[in-house]
């Protein structure tokens, strides 16, 4: 990298660090409101609803790119062969309100990309989107057959609701510890919010994570007695083709990396740890790609070298440019998407899952 490049990174992150300097009294008064309220639910001041059917709270402290959605799909995964499942979701960025229930003619405009999602990839799972999580779940419960269990997606600051376990989620590299509440840091609550899950998985992490790191993690999270902190890792699947008659690409090839995710940065290094030369495209998380975009990429495909090439994606992105119509012949024959999915390191995968399946099994005698 020359020097003049160093020089711009450098200036950008100290305009960064004085934007946030700026920011910090605002986050004060912010931090104050959030623990207040968290005391009102505490203390019974604002309502919180319980339900007769165990309810499974799936969140993170911190704004986005936590990996929620691949643990999301983690816990249907482990619960659906057993059990009548729903996920209630907020069904961010859809263009529809209130309460729907998605059906397999749902568009990701109607329910919201990781829902669609969801329900591509797991049928018979149900999925309802609300904002309100009470008026959801009071909907799916009115289905027949009726869940027997719920999971609450992206929920844990949603505390209208009372839910059994929780589970929250932080980024290796984004210690909550280092953060600071918005707007100055990226904390939708302040840290002590913690104390209100069963379970912490500490995300995204190396494979190769020592014992010790994961130790002092451990002794920086300060978990309660009823606290079990987990590690979690990210295995990806091969690639395989958006769209019937994709052109094949193997390893040295360039791949154009079309992402509208918060933090694209791990599939970046998987992909060059394979031998291929990335080249990012990246857009805002959620981005909702138009045919000005999809434009541009095709332009950056066609610059790409001679040779063996492919556009690359994700399994959110690919709902999204799935649907889109009158996709060119190109995006259709050199889209790719590449699948995740988390596992727990250390060993503790069984102990993870026996946590969750003993609190369900527990709580059936109300359903």
């Known amino acids: ?3 003049s490049k160093v020089s711009y990174y450098q200036e950008v992150s100290r305009l960064l660090h004085l934007v946030r300097w700026l920011l910090f009294p605002i986050s004060l008064i912010y ?31 911190t704004v986005g ?80 057959p009726s869940p027997q269990v719920i999971v609450m997606d992206d929920a844990y600051q949603h505390r209208h609701v009372k839910p059994g376990f929780s589970v929250v989620l932080m980024d290796i590299s984004r210690p909550l510890w280092h953060d600071a509440v ?41 978990p309660a007695e009823h606290q079990k902190v987990f590690f979690s890792a990210f295995q990806y699947g091969n690639p395989y083709a958006l769209f019937p008659g994709a052109v094949p690409f193997g390893g040295g090839a360039s791949v154009l990396v079309l992402t509208g995710i918060a933090r694209p940065m791990p599939l970046y290094q998987h992909l060059n740890q394979l031998g291929y030369r990335v080249i990012p495209c990246s857009f805002g998380d959620h981005h909702d790609f138009s045919h000005r ?3 541009s990429v095709e332009s950056r495909f066609l610059q790409l070298p001679d040779g063996e090439r492919a556009i690359v994606t994700t399994e959110k992105d690919a709902i999204r440019l799935k649907e ?13 998407v590449i699948p995740i999915e ?26």
């Open 324 to 336: 889109i119509t009158e996709l060119s012949p190109l995006l259709h024959r050199s889209l790719w």
């Open 293 to 295: 975009d999809l434009a």
């Open 65 to 144: 790119g936590t990996g929620k959605t691949p643990h999301a799909e983690y816990l249907v995964r482990l619960l659906q062969p057993w059990y009548r499942l729903t996920l209630i979701s907020r069904g961010y960025r859809r263009k529809t309100k209130g309460v729907v229930m998605a059906t397999q003619q749902s568009t990701a405009h109607d329910i919201g990309d990781e829902p669609k999602q969801m329900l591509h990839k797991f049928p018979g799972l149900g999925v309802v989107v609300a904002e309100k999580r009470v008026a959801g779940i009071e909907w799916a419960l009115q289905q027949i």
């Open 1 to 3: 990298m020359g020097k």
């Open 31 to 61: 931090g104050i409101v959030v623990r207040l309220r968290n005391l009102f639910f505490d203390w019974g001041w604002i309502s919180s609803r319980s339900f007769d059917v165990p309810v499974i709270s799936l969140g993170n402290i």
């Open 342 to 367: 988390p596992y727990i390191l250390f060993g503790e995968q069984e102990m993870f899952n026996s946590q969750i399946l003993e609190y369900v099994r527990k709580n059936q005698s109300h359903v």
């Open 182 to 222: 918005l707007p100055a840091g990226d904390l939708r609550e302040p840290m002590s919010g913690l104390k209100r899950a069963n379970i912490i998985i500490v995300t995204k992490c190396l494979p190769n994570l020592s014992m010790d790191r994961a130790q002092s993690i451990v002794k920086r999270l300060k």
